[in-house]
């Protein structure tokens, strides 16, 4: 079964200190590893995919890179804006769901 | 280009009722995914549609069902509804086969009393 771990559960940092989130992944013949922006109550925003291990993509201060094992996205410099929940997602085989992690909760407080 | 668009926004029912919950895809997007986020479980998916044919269905029980309209457009039913199905039904988008991506749309929260 696909499983998808994301830590931490809960991350605060300052405006101006740059982290990393893990995304740890079981997909048997991953066909894409996702990251997902999502604020409360509202639908997931799209913000990578990522298809094999050594890609890395960039917008603004968020980087995605993929291993065999994991995903990390990278946040440099965050400001208050770039607090959210970040879900990590990924789909496997024939199979087109997405299995998604419970969310890494970022506060970035100024 | 416009989203992906869902509605109603929210949704009121209670216990034993039945729910519609509607989805609208991206233009040119063919198949349509529903997932169902309940307080501390994260997504859980739910339905895959795609050509009017439904491909996968995630491990929910057949009170959940749905279709896929010619426009790609689509509807999920949930019957007998139970207290536990409070939660935000999110629908999703993509091109089909050929983009792994999915746009999510805004949702539909759902509260059963």
């Known amino acids: 079964e696909d499983q998808v771990t994301q830590s931490p559960e809960a991350l605060r940092l300052q405006e101006g200190e740059s982290s990393s989130l893990n995304c740890s992944y079981t997909v048997s013949g991953l066909r894409g590893l996702f990251w997902y922006r999502q604020d409360p109550g509202k639908g997931p925003e799209f913000l990578f995919t990522l298809y094999s291990a050594g890609e890395e993509k960039e917008k603004e201060r968020l980087k995605a890179t993929l291993t065999k094992k994991e995903s990390f996205l990278h946040i440099t410099a965050p400001k208050p804006e770039d607090s959210a929940t970040y879900l990590c997602a990924a789909s496997g085989g024939s199979n087109y769901k997405l299995t998604f992690g419970k969310g890494t909760l970022l506060t970035v407080n100024p | 280009e416009a989203g992906v668009t869902q509605s109603p926004t929210h949704l009121i029912k209670t216990r034993g009722q039945q729910a519609t919950l509607r989805c609208s895809p991206i233009s040119g997007h063919t198949s349509v995914y529903w997932y169902q986020q309940a307080l501390g479980l994260g997504l859980q998916f739910l339905l895959w549609?795609?050509?009017?044919?439904?491909?996968n269905r995630g491990n929910f029980p057949p009170r959940f069902s749905g279709r896929q309209f010619p426009n790609y457009s689509s509807e999920l039913n949930v019957n007998a509804l139970e207290l536990e199905d409070s939660a935000l039904y999110l629908c999703?988008?993509?091109?089909?086969?050929?983009?792994?991506?999915?746009?999510f749309g805004p949702g539909t929260r759902l509260t059963v009393l």
């Open positions: 999703a988008s993509s091109l089909g086969t050929a983009q792994d991506t999915q746009y």
């Open positions: 549609y795609d050509e009017g044919e439904e491909r």
